[in-house]
């Protein structure tokens, strides 16, 4: 097309195609045409039930362009009635884009991308007809289905202006058009004129209105016909878009309102378009046009002014940023960068005259919501200051304070569902959702802070990686997503999603990509991916990708390591997702024969490895049948599988080979995977923590019902699990304590009633629960259980009983002090719908669904029936649970009855019947009968009766006369469920769907009323406390209110009251944000649940059953009193952990989950978690007999706490490893140990002569712990003492070494003060929290100092006589720093004292006056170390920092004369600085400062000398679990390997650490030595837990080789006896033989599949004598008791089975952990096979190979561990889970044992000489000579 001329002044796109020939077109489905009788001309008909599979294509091929330059594009259609219809419009850009401009009825939203427009259409209606009346007076345009009186349409789209607004393009010309099903179209045509349909070419020509100018009539061809008589907007619609001259958002295309009276007055022009033109605007659109103008103009008002506007059809989320306001109304309007240029400016009006509606939106502590009539509204999260928006002029809040009630705190916990539960970073909080509710809730005081804005129940929660940013979607249709800053509660952002019933969301590492998962318009799985990179500053979510998929997700997660990467889990598949170009692709895992399988988690490998290739990460998944996937994600393929069966399945039917394929799987949950193990939540009820091998389960916690999510915290120390029933908890890790968080009904509450003077609240639910709450620490006090369900429940007001009322009509009344059943009451037919004790306590009511009425003696303990009174109340259970009230004096009772329109008013005492009130007759104008809902007494006016009525009224009623006081119209939209006056009758609470409201009872106009939201279903009940402090509201959930309003008669009192209880806190707070619901003072932790305490039905003697209960108190105490085992189900999770590893019984503990936890701080001391037992039995060798000497001791214990001691004037140098204590000599490098304690060492102290060391550990029985005095000079103990149940923490010697201080943990903090002459006890004090260190003053011996948790404890000895009194005055944190704990703590010079907090403080204090002088930042974390010498102060930090301080500054301070200036503390200034390789746990430095050491968590201690700035190792040690030790063939070095994946290469005559290999993310598992026969070079090959061997070359240091032979973590590697192949074995018990040179694996032998391999040996001889070739012997042995012996020679590549030995066995128990299978030739005679495992006894076997049989057995005490053969004197070392070595004599028979380890001895071996011996327990290696027996 050279001319575009032929195109003015339009183009009839129809005629231009010759559309009825179908060439330059295509038509496909339901086309047809037919005759319009209102056109009177043909026209088409597309329809269909599908609207994508009938339509009208132009032109024909899509390649093809129509080229029409025309930017007004006109359609002449009408939507049909009842359907949706789909238009899809294809442009050309002048900078080459195509873009699709899409409208459609279906569209719920605008939605944009760069090619890609989508509006809603709001189809219009009839003038005069409903459809169009409510459009009007809607908040929104209706979008959805066409309605039934819908119009012929002229629908014209600037395309022009379209693109330019939305896009910044310039438009070219119309590609295509693509009209879908279901609508009717008469033609369509492009113009640059803009054409007017409503004017005739007449009416043009009078208006002055010509084509020159632009504009004019329509064509005729094109016109819509107008009979006379009539207008044209009579019978059709006009709509243009973007509508002109408006403010509009231009989200959605709709009709506009033509009335004149309407038309706009503003000229302002939109920026991009041509000159403004008037346009008309309805009502409703100025409306919204004015609200959205107001709140996103760029022009911020004032801070003391007041937006005003014309009205407000809707409030969304208020932005807490001042400068970004922004509401989101159901269209969501997403801005483009054009549209953020705009600069608009508004005058909003003064003269409104709607109603009004506010927002109050608190600060952090707490957050109210409260309107007119908004109960739908979406209301966010806090802002800085009140945002009112005010509607009515000169209008003024009566009701104060405003707001008058602030949601405290929720019982209560999931709703959509019971999957989603977060940690934060820190581990100290807990983010969860409570239907529409967010709560995050610290684990240590359960204090809640909520985000509000959901209107539906969370489906789904997500935070990024550091746990700032938290994304939350709600469930149902067009799920809204918000996205929120954590730590200040604001929203961010809020968006609609592409799907419905969002169930799943993933936000990445960086908080730049969110990803979520639900389902689209045909329900099919829509995955959508947005972008998020700036949503913290104000930015736009846009969308990324989004797919469509068939398959079933049931959970995805982002990769932490690259956010375009992601997983997801369903039904028969795990996929791989990722992000390119724009597009979202997926691939699926190749699961082989487990395709079928039903996954129900999937998560990524632990560890943030930046290095390590995407390729090589893991992934895990489980299934609901019990797998256990490890899939290698490079390979997209599975990598290992197992699977969790129940356990009576798997011994019972267990054969020689135990597969994991078998059986019906218990189901799994949920995983998580940290650093060191795995959690799994399972349907059986069971938590279980495993090790990353899945080797067995090492922690287990059962819960009453299914788990359904687990989670462990980012520091790996608790696991978070989440059951189908309601209740969150979480398992501490290193003292196996279970807390329980939050327990909750899974289904609505029914009815509460609350005990005022215990402060506890009773439920019934309609899950059949009855449950007792503590009001204060939200715990569960009582659960019972019937098979009769709860519906009403009351508090008796005096006694320590409640009734219940349930479905069947049984009333039941317990007593709660003796935990017993009183009465049980028979009376009702139908469901109790109303119980209620009169005030007085004298009297008790209950009423049922069958109209009768029953009262009862409340006086008498067995409340019998005085009266029952049939057809006198109401029928129906509408109006319960609260069907009855009783007037405040105890005279009156009122309820609904005998009918539903008539109120009766009774005798309370007699139910004589008083007076009767007919609502039905009180409004003469209603159409409708008026019926009675709910009736209440005012407490302090007996003559008025409150009835709330169906008619969406409040009635005040005369008791007296029955006369109408007054009424409160349209007091809810819906009807109002529950009513309470509060005690003074000043406040009236009602509740109405799911709104609260209060009104002022005396005035009770909508001006005087607040209203509040937060429920997410109908509330059922609501009230006051009866502390009058508090409301009460319940549904799907109980919230807990406060009421702010203060007591009438004394309000000042009230607040000085709260004043001086605040003032007495240890924390002065004089804001009401100190209260707590509804008792004036902070909550106090109560303590948890012990046992379950049943009810005693002795007293009952009943024919008939009296029904099933149980009850849970949460008590310490309990009663004793004897009671029945009713119901098998507890009421309450009774968690049982259990300690896997021990072989014994099981170790099973009921959690006392009122233990103090462990502070929140490194420096505390907690042992480490074991699982063996010392056999008291062992009777160690006598002195100068042993076979074995200890020579060394290998390592350093990081676990510790201040387990260093070093004297350097007198040359000591002590610490600890394990229960030994080492004394080394630094200039020889010899050692000596101090043995006397049998568990791990927490602390050391030297006296300051350094003749005494003091060592403390554990007892291993229960025991208090032991202190053992050490006699350095000939190492004996001297003597021993014991005070402390826990660990003890801190030891000290005072200067003059008179006294000695012991400090116990958290678990029994407190303090001994010890003679340090006799060690006899002097005195002793208990603190309130726990203490982290002491010190005694180095100028007095009678002062000392300590820090912990609760601040700085200043303590003076004093002496009188033989009396010894230890006083003790404690100081707070200085507010400066915040909520801390102090860690550390050092003397300077008299009388300063230096303190560091967990968060990197250090402050200085005057010991005398006890004042804080100085306080600075030392550190970004804790220092949890502090040394002073001098002018110096040494910090060392969790960090790895060690600082040292100039601290000259202190020189000029004294406490009485100057404060600390900013001059002073700007010279406190860091003097050195130095990076080590862990936590710093001792130090020990000289007078000076110049050189000291210093001991870290990586197991190391550490020269350091500030002079030249140098760390050197003095000792150094695995901080993980050593799993080999070997030594090399000449016997000059010995190799290592750990679980933290490192092989480390020591010197034998020095123990020094010459070599370290590391490896990432990956345990080490063996490793092996190359043999002598390899000249060239030394070599140490070892096998890790991805299936790796790697072979390090110890002259380059260097790796040689990686080789990957199995899938699976390798068990066991040997070098051949020559060195020409490497044997290595794996888990899943395949034997690989690899060449190391070329790394090719030679051959795998899968005899042993199925049972993991735990020996491989290899030695020299020659196989001739067995009948074989081969010049090796190798053995394999496997967890199967079955011994493979193989004849080899490598060479000539041969290997062939020698022998195959199977060792019989009894089927274990249940609980038992299994040893291993052990076996090795035997040193002198390779004919010989030495066996031991698990078997029918405990015994050494030893096998011929020549002869077939066992020649020999000995027997053993104790399963064996580990084994090793001596090379000489026959001697076999065997190591046991009872931490005993045992030394034996294999010919004769003798043994000695020797029980220095402190855990299970795990590995042991000889040297090849077999003059040395190594044993191992974790991480303690222990080096012996061998002397012999």
Not at 502 to 524: E, I, P
Request: charged fraction near 20%; charge should be negative.
């Amino acid at each position: 097309m050279a001319s575009k001329a032929w195109q003015n002044p339009y183009v009839n796109i129809f005629k231009h195609v010759k559309i009825e020939e179908w060439r330059k077109s295509a038509k496909e489905g339901e086309v047809s045409t037919f005759r319009d009788k209102l056109l009177k001309c043909p026209v088409f008909r597309i329809s269909g039930v599908i609207p994508e599979n009938s339509y009208i294509l132009i032109p024909r091929n899509t390649k093809q362009s129509l080229e029409l330059t025309g930017h007004f594009f006109y359609l002449l259609f009408r939507p049909s009635a009842g359907k949706y219809f789909l238009v899809h419009i294809d442009v050309a850009s002048k900078e080459g884009q195509i873009v699709r401009i899409s409208f459609s009825n279906m569209f719920p939203e605008f939605k944009f991308t760069p090619t890609w427009l989508q509006f809603p259409f709001v189809c219009g209606a009839a003038k005069g007809s409903v459809y169009e009346t409510t459009a009007k007076s809607a908040k929104h345009g209706l979008v959805g289905r066409a309605p039934g009186s819908v119009r012929w349409t002229c629908l014209m789209l600037d395309l022009q202006d379209i693109l330019s607004f939305y896009l910044n393009c310039s438009y070219s010309h119309l590609k295509s058009v693509k009209l879908f099903a279901n609508m009717d179209v008469k033609n369509m045509f492009t113009s640059d004129l803009l054409l007017d349909p409503g004017i005739s070419f007449t009416e043009a020509k009078q208006m002055g209105h010509s084509f020159l100018q632009g504009t004019g009539p329509i064509p005729r061809e094109m016109s819509f016909p107008v009979p006379k008589g009539t207008a044209w907007h009579d019978l059709y619609d006009h709509i243009k878009f973007p509508s002109e001259g408006t403010k509009l958002p231009f989200n959605s295309i709709q009709k506009e309102n033509s009335d004149p009276e309407t038309k706009c007055t503003s000229k302002q022009s939109i920026p991009g378009r041509g000159a403004s033109r008037c346009v008309n605007l309805s009502r409703a659109v100025q409306d919204r046009v004015s609200l959205i103008q107001q709140i996103t103009s760029p022009k911020l008002p004032t801070r003391n002014q007041t937006p005003v506007v014309s009205s407000v059809p809707e409030v969304g989320v208020v932005s807490s940023h001042p400068k970004d306001w922004l509401v989101h109304n159901d269209f969501q309007h997403q801005e483009s960068a054009s549209s953020n240029s705009q600069q608009q400016t508004y005058s909003p009006s003064s003269d409104a005259t709607d109603g009004g509606i506010h927002v109050y939106v608190h600060s952090v502590d707490g957050l109210s919501i409260h309107g007119e009539e908004s109960e739908e509204e979406l209301v966010c999260s806090p802002v800085p200051q009140p945002v009112s928006l005010t509607l009515s002029k000169g209008f003024k809040q009566q009701l104060l304070p405003d707001p008058i009630l602030r949601l405290s705190r929720i019982i209560g916990f999931g709703g959509a569902s019971t999957k989603h539960a977060l940690w934060t970073k820190s581990g100290s909080e807990v983010v969860y959702p409570c239907h529409a509710i967010i709560i995050s809730m610290k684990i240590s005081s359960n204090q809640q802070r909520f985000f509000i804005g959901h209107t539906d129940k969370v489906s789904a929660l997500t935070f990024n990686g550091s746990t700032t940013v938290l994304a939350s979607a709600q469930t149902g249709n067009n799920s809204v997503v918000r996205v929120w800053d954590y730590h200040n509660g604001n929203c961010l952002a809020m968006f609609r999603n592409h799907a419905h019933s969002l169930s799943c969301l993933s936000f990445s590492s960086g908080a730049a990509v969110l990803c979520g998962v639900g389902k689209d318009v045909h329900n099919k799985t829509l995955v959508v991916v947005w972008n998020t990179l700036n949503v913290r500053k104000g930015g736009p979510v846009t969308v990324l990708a989004k797919a469509h998929t068939e398959v079933d997700i049931n959970t995805m997660k982002i990769a932490f390591f690259d956010d375009t990467r992601m997983v997801s889990c369903g039904r028969d598949n795990i996929r791989l997702w990722r992000i390119r170009n724009g597009t979202l692709r997926s691939c699926p895992v190749d699961l082989g024969e487990y395709r079928s399988l039903d996954f129900s988690d999937v998560t990524f490998e632990e560890g943030n490895a930046s290095h390590k290739h995407v390729d090589d990460r893991t992934l895990f998944a489980c299934s609901r049948s019990g797998h256990i996937f490890e899939i290698d994600y490079g390979r997209v393929s599975v990598k290992n599988m197992r699977r969790l069966l129940p356990s009576q399945q798997q011994h019972a039917s267990r054969r020689e080979k135990w597969t994991f394929n078998t059986g019906p799987g218990i189901a799994i949950n949920s995983i998580s995977v940290s650093s060191s193990f795995c959690a799994t939540g399972c349907e059986d009820g069971f938590m279980r923590l495993w090790p990353l091998d899945f080797s067995a389960v090492f922690l287990e916690a059962e819960h009453e019902g299914p788990v359904s999510m687990v989670s462990v915290s980012v520091d790996s120390q608790k696991v978070l699990a989440v059951t189908s029933t309601g209740n969150l908890g979480f398992l501490d890790v290193s003292s196996r304590e279970y807390s329980t968080l939050m327990r909750s009904h899974t289904d609505t509450v029914l009815g509460f009633s609350v005990d005022g003077i215990r402060r506890h609240l009773t439920t019934a639910s309609a899950d059949g629960t009855l449950r007792i709450w503590n009001m204060d620490s939200l715990h569960q006090l009582f659960d019972f259980a019937s098979e009769d369900s709860p519906c009403a429940v009351a508090f008796h007001p005096h006694e320590q009983t409640f009734c219940c009322g349930f479905t069947s009509g049984i009333v039941r009344v317990f007593d709660i002090s003796n935990a017993k059943l009183l009465a049980e009451h028979r009376q009702h037919r139908g469901e109790v719908i109303g119980l209620a004790f009169s005030p007085d306590g004298d009297f008790m009511h209950s009423a049922d669904a069958q109209g009768s009425l029953a009262l009862y003696d409340a006086s008498e303990e067995d409340h019998s029936v005085i009266r029952v009174a049939c057809n006198v109340v109401a029928r129906g259970t509408e109006r319960a649970p609260d069907a009855l009230t009783v007037s405040g004096d105890s005279r009156f009772l009122a309820f609904v009855g005998p009918s539903q329109n008539i109120v009766t008013i009774a005798d309370a005492q007699s139910l004589d019947e008083l007076l009767h009130v007919d609502v039905s007759i009180l409004d003469v104008e209603s159409p409708q009968l008026d019926v009675a809902l709910k009736v209440c007494f005012s407490p302090a006016s007996t003559e008025h009766l409150l009835i709330a009525t169906s008619a969406n009224k409040i009635l005040w009623v005369c008791t007296k006369s029955g006369r109408l006081l007054r009424e409160v119209s349209n007091v809810h939209k819906h009807q109002c469920s529950s009513l309470s006056v509060n005690e003074d009758s000043r406040f009236l609470l009602t509740a109405g769907h799911n709104t609260v409201k209060v009104w002022d009872y005396n005035l009770p106009l909508h001006n005087n009323s607040q209203m509040f939201i937060g429920h997410s279903q109908p509330i059922r009940q609501v009230g006051f406390t009866p502390d009058q402090m508090g409301v009460v509201s319940v549904g799907d959930a109980i919230f807990l209110w406060d009421f702010l309003a203060s007591p009438r008669d004394s309000p000042a009192d009230a607040k000085s009251c709260l004043k001086a209880s605040h003032t007495s806190s240890q924390k002065a707070d004089t804001s009401m944000n100190a209260l707590r619901l509804s008792n004036g003072m902070p909550r106090q932790k109560a303590p948890f649940p012990s046992s379950p305490p049943r009810l005693d039905f002795s007293a009952i003697n009943r024919d008939e059953p009296a029904g099933s209960f149980s009850i849970c108190e949460d008590k310490q105490d309990n009663p004793g009193f004897p009671f029945n085992r009713l119901d098998s189900r507890l009421a309450v999770s009774f968690l049982k952990v259990t300690d896997m590893d021990n072989n014994m019984s099981p170790h099973i503990a009921e959690l006392h989950q009122n233990k103090p936890a462990r502070p929140d701080c490194y420096k505390h001391f907690v042992p480490r978690l074991k699982t063996s037992y010392l056999d008291q039995t062992i009777v160690p060798p006598q002195p100068r007999e042993e076979g074995i000497k200890l020579k060394a001791v290998i390592g350093y214990n990081g676990n510790g706490r201040n387990n260093m001691v070093w004297s350097p004037d007198q040359g000591l140098f002590a610490y600890t490893c394990g229960s030994m204590v080492v004394v080394e000599y630094l200039h020889t490098g010899s050692q000596r140990h101090l043995q006397g304690h049998t568990e791990e060492i927490s602390c050391l102290a030297i006296t300051n002569d350094a003749q005494i060391v003091a060592s403390a550990a554990g007892s291993g029985d229960g025991d208090k712990s032991l202190i053992c005095i050490w006699d350095v000079q000939n190492g004996a103990c001297s003597t021993t003492i014991s005070y402390h149940r826990g660990a003890v923490q801190s030891l000290a010697f005072s200067r003059d070494d008179r006294f000695f201080l012991s400090v116990g943990d958290f678990s029994e903090p407190g303090l001994a003060l010890w003679s340090s002459k006799n060690f006899h006890l002097l005195s002793s004090a208990n603190v309130s929290g726990p203490i982290h260190d002491a010190a005694f003053s180095p100028f007095t011996s009678d002062h000392m100092a300590c820090v912990g948790s609760q601040g700085v404890y200043f303590c003076v000895v004093y002496t009188q006589g033989q009396e010894v009194d230890l006083k003790i005055q404690r100081m707070a944190a200085p507010a400066e720093v915040g909520d801390v704990e102090f860690a550390a703590l050092c003397y300077h010079m008299d009388p300063f004292l230096f303190t560091s907090t967990n968060r990197g403080h250090v402050c200085a204090w005057d010991a005398n006056t006890q004042a804080c002088l100085i306080i600075w930042e030392a550190d970004d974390d804790e220092i949890g170390v502090l040394l002073c010498r001098g002018n110096r102060l040494f910090a060392g930090s969790s960090t790895r920092r060690l600082r040292v301080w100039d601290i000259g500054a202190m020189k000029r301070i004294t406490s009485k004369e100057k404060a600390c200036s900013a001059e002073d503390r700007e010279t406190i200034s860091v003097e050195r600085e130095i990076m080590l390789d862990g936590t710093t746990i001792s130090a020990a430095f000289d007078n000076t400062m110049d050189m000291g050491i210093v001991g870290t968590t990586a197991g190391t201690l550490w020269y350091i000398n500030w002079s030249d700035n140098s760390a050197i190792r003095l000792v150094s040690g695995h901080k993980a679990k050593v799993n080999d030790a070997v030594f090399s063939f000449d016997e000059s070095h010995f190799a290592t390997c750990s679980e933290d994946g490192s092989v480390r290469v020591w010197t034998t005559h020095s123990y020094e650490l010459v070599v370290q290999f590391q490896v990432l993310n990956q345990a080490c598992g063996c490793v092996c030595w190359s043999p002598a026969s390899i000249k060239d070079h030394t070599r140490v090959a070892a096998g890790y837990g991805d299936g790796t061997l790697r072979i390090f070359q110890l002259a380059s240091t260097e790796m040689e080789i990686k080789m990957h032979p199995h899938q699976v973590a390798v068990t066991a590697i040997q070098y051949s006896a020559h060195g020409h192949v490497i044997v290595s074995a794996g888990k899943n018990g395949l034997v690989a033989v690899s060449n190391p040179t070329s790394g090719a694996t030679l051959r795998v032998i899968r005899d042993h599949k199925g049972a993991t391999i735990t020996t491989v040996q290899c030695v020299n001889e020659q196989c001739k004598k067995f009948g074989l070739e081969g010049n090796e012997l190798w053995l394999a042995a496997g967890a199967d008791r079955r011994v493979s012996v193989w004849a080899a020679d490598w060479i000539k590549e041969k290997c062939d089975l020698l022998d195959w030995l199977s060792f019989p066995a009894p089927a274990p128990s249940q609980d038992d952990c299994l040893p291993p299978s052990i076996a090795a030739f035997s040193p002198e005679d390779h004919s010989l096979v030495v066996y031991t495992g698990y078997g029918v006894e405990k015994e050494l076997l030893f096998y011929s190979l020549s002869k077939k049989q066992i020649i020999k057995k000995i027997s053993l005490p104790h399963w064996v561990s580990c084994m090793s053969l001596s090379s000489k004197s026959q001697l076999v070392a065997v190591g046991s889970k009872e931490r005993v070595l045992k030394l034996i004599k294999s010919t004769s028979g003798v043994f000695q044992d020797f029980c220095q380890h402190s855990d299970s001895v795990q590995t042991c071996h000889f040297s090849p000489s077999g003059a040395l011996l190594f044993s191992v327990a974790f991480n303690e290696i222990l080096l012996w000579e061998v002397q012999g027996l």
